[in-house]
């Protein structure tokens, strides 16, 4: 996995504190921030597992909310850049799809059916409306590419968060060093839905944020890795561990509390707290 651009090498850490979908709901994002900093040590590291946004309406107060815990991260001595995490999730990517919504074949299709997939909020959040989106999309191509680069400029004017969805990387992953050396098996790859397990680790494509059917029937270790985590389950089925997967949605968002991992390299869960 040479591409940094789309995978993150956690490298040795101390701990990893994972964060599952928290849809814009600031109060829970908080809660978890107070404990993680209660508990986060020299060495850690921390990984949002995608889906920051979406659904929620409070969208620009949990983007500076993650901005501002990162610059308090980052001000311990030995953290590097690398050693926060933001996950591409099904609403980042359709944050990302609909800022060039002038390229899609059918851009009010598209534009219903983001909206109401959690899209809307995210939307309104920049100072957009689907009225808005519908009526530059029948105007044509450039009327829609007017309205987009609205958006953009609308996001670009709040700081930093631009920065944010620049970061977006697709999955993170550290090897354990006690790994098997013959067995090739060890360490945790983290991911925001899940993965196609028929398909190696840089095919996967769209698995990554929609999930995958066969994920949480996953029977053996997938790519090398110990266990595999994601922060959102498209079923709703809640929080799961098993010996190979582990799923950290309590339903944030839907009524249900936000959950937070704490993960030893090879991918044990140490400690699981939802707020």
């Not at 996950?87 to 899609?104: D, S």
Request: some cysteine; overall charge negative; hydrophobic content about 40%.
């Amino acid at each position: 996995m040479s591409e940094p651009q789309k995978f993150v090498d956690l490298r040795q850490p101390r701990r990893i504190w994972a964060i599952g979908s928290v849809h814009a709901q600031l109060d829970h994002l908080y809660a978890v921030h107070e404990v993680v900093a209660s508990r986060f040590e020299p060495g850690d590291r921390l990984v949002y597992l995608g889906n920051m946004i979406g659904w929620g309406e409070r969208i620009l107060e949990t983007i500076d909310a993650l901005l501002a815990f990162r610059i308090w991260l980052l001000s311990w001595r030995g953290m590097e850049a690398d050693d926060i995490v933001y996950l591409r999730g099904a609403q980042e990517e359709m944050w990302q799809k609909l800022l060039q919504l002038q390229f899609a074949p059918d851009p009010q299709q598209v534009l219903d059916w983001m909206t109401k997939h959690g899209a809307g909020t995210t939307l309104a959040a920049y100072g957009g409306t689907v009225e808005q989106g519908m009526a530059a999309a029948r105007g044509g191509t450039m009327m829609l590419g007017r309205w987009t680069q609205g958006l953009r400029q609308a996001m670009q004017q709040r700081p930093g968060h631009e920065n944010v969805f620049n970061a977006l990387r697709r999955a993170a992953y550290c090897l354990d060093p006690a790994r098997d050396p013959d067995r090739g098996e060890g360490g945790v790859l983290l991911v925001s839905a899940g993965v196609d397990v028929r398909r190696p680790l840089t095919h996967q494509g769209d698995a990554f944020w929609w999930g995958s059917a066969n994920f949480a029937q996953m029977s053996a270790p997938y790519g090398g890795f110990s266990r595999v985590v994601r922060g959102y389950d498209p079923a709703g089925r809640g929080v799961s561990v098993t010996d190979f997967v582990a799923t950290l949605d309590g339903g944030c968002g839907f009524g249900g509390h936000l959950v937070c991992g704490c993960l030893s390299p090879s991918g044990e869960i140490l400690d699981l707290f939802q707020v």
